[in-house]
């Protein structure tokens, strides 16, 4: 049987498949529908300093490449997060990474000072620099090397924890993005956020979101995201986790070759809650299929006509 284990800095996951941030909740509200104990971690939604209500409606559509959504960081907020939701992960059986946004650096080191200064089983913090459907902060962080590399030192400083720099697609050059990441102390970095979409009713003229554009996720994006990973693999030393469109094993082993260690399931999850236990399942097939030892063995192995 394959050994689906694989290490982030020192922590070793029982599989390559995470939740995506924003599409799994704190993963505390999903156990009726999914056995979270089989996934190689969770990732929580972005949380932020203060409650936020997120942006007004419509903040979701469907259209047929895809997903387009522009919630807006809607969260409870780091002092209710910590109330209600990390004592429930003493029991939850997997891994979780907390995910982290903010408008201000200041607000990214309170949120991450808070959660440092209680116990708990949190592994690591992805730190969101990549959201397009907030007016501040965000994504000012992640389409600028220099602020990437601030932010990301300064949750180093702060923390042994394990730190996952999360980039945005919507940049002219990632690699200089994932490289600031990597020169601040990152233990590693996730790729992709959503691509900036917009959908109109043709019948109204109307923009189908609220904020005009949002974030397209879902398989279109897949390419985008091979395309995002196999670069910042090639640029950077520290592990690339891979997401973006996948709903499938074989999805999930496209982005182990084009560099990624592991891999995130975000829209996937909205049609089958399980999707995460189904994809491990089909890695499992996979890796016996080909006689494969251990999966991580797969990282990076892509065949490219250039080399
Ligand atoms: C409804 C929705 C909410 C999201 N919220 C967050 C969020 O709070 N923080 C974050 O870092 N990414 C958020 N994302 C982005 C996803 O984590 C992921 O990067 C993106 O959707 C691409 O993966 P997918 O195609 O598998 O969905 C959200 C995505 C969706 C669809």
């Known amino acids: 049987m394959t050994d689906l284990r694989i290490k982030i800095g020192d922590i070793t996951f029982s599989n390559p498949v995470f939740t995506a941030s924003g599409t799994f909740g704190y993963g505390t509200e999903v156990s009726d529908l999914t056995d979270v104990s089989k996934l190689?971690?969770?990732?929580?939604?972005?949380?932020?300093?203060?409650?936020?209500?997120?942006?007004?409606?419509?903040?979701?559509?469907?259209?047929?490449?895809?997903?387009?959504?522009?919630?807006?960081?809607?969260?409870?907020?780091?002092?209710?997060?910590?109330?209600?939701?990390?004592?429930?992960?003493?029991?939850?059986?997997?891994?979780?990474?907390?995910?982290?946004?903010?408008?201000?650096?200041?607000?990214?080191?309170?949120?991450?000072?808070?959660?440092?200064?209680i116990s708990s089983n949190i592994c690591g913090y992805e730190i969101n620099i990549s959201c397009p459907n907030v007016k501040k902060g965000g994504m000012q962080f992640g389409v600028d090397s220099s602020m990437t590399e601030a932010l990301t030192a300064e949750m180093r400083k702060r923390?042994?924890?394990?730190?996952?720099?999360?980039?945005?697609?919507?940049?002219?050059?990632?690699?200089?993005?994932?490289?600031?990441?990597?020169?601040?102390?990152?233990?590693?970095?996730?790729?992709?956020?959503?691509?900036?979409?917009?959908?109109?009713?043709?019948?109204?003229?109307?923009?189908q979101i609220y904020t005009t554009y949002g974030g397209l996720s879902g398989p279109a994006i897949k390419p985008i995201g091979l395309?995002?990973?196999?670069?910042?693999?090639?640029?950077?030393?520290?592990?690339?986790?891979?997401?973006?469109?996948?709903?499938?094993?074989l999805d999930a082993v496209e982005y182990l070759l084009a560099g990624a260690v592991a891999v995130q399931v975000g829209t996937a999850t909205f049609r089958h809650a399980?999707?995460?236990?189904?994809?491990?399942n089909e890695l499992h097939q996979f890796g016996d299929s080909k006689s494969i030892e251990k999966i991580s063995s797969l990282t990076g192995a892509v065949k490219t006509y250039t080399k």
């Open 274 to 280: 399980d999707a995460g236990e189904q994809i491990i």
């Open 40 to 117: 190689g971690a969770i990732v929580t939604k972005s949380v932020t300093l203060f409650p936020r209500e997120g942006n007004p409606p419509p903040r979701v559509v469907e259209t047929p490449a895809g997903m387009i959504n522009s919630i807006g960081l809607a969260n409870v907020g780091v002092e209710r997060y910590i109330r209600e939701m990390i004592p429930l992960y003493d029991n939850i059986g997997t891994k979780v990474i907390m995910n982290i946004a903010g408008t201000t650096l200041e607000e990214y080191c309170d949120v991450l000072e808070k959660v440092e200064v």
């Open 227 to 249: 395309a995002t990973v196999h670069k910042v693999y090639q640029s950077v030393n520290i592990p690339v986790i891979g997401l973006g469109g996948i709903t499938t094993g």
């Open 159 to 207: 923390t042994e924890r394990l730190i996952i720099m999360k980039l945005s697609p919507n940049v002219t050059d990632i690699t200089s993005i994932a490289k600031a990441a990597e020169n601040g102390g990152a233990d590693a970095v996730s790729a992709i956020n959503t691509v900036v979409g917009m959908s109109i009713d043709s019948e109204t003229g109307k923009s």
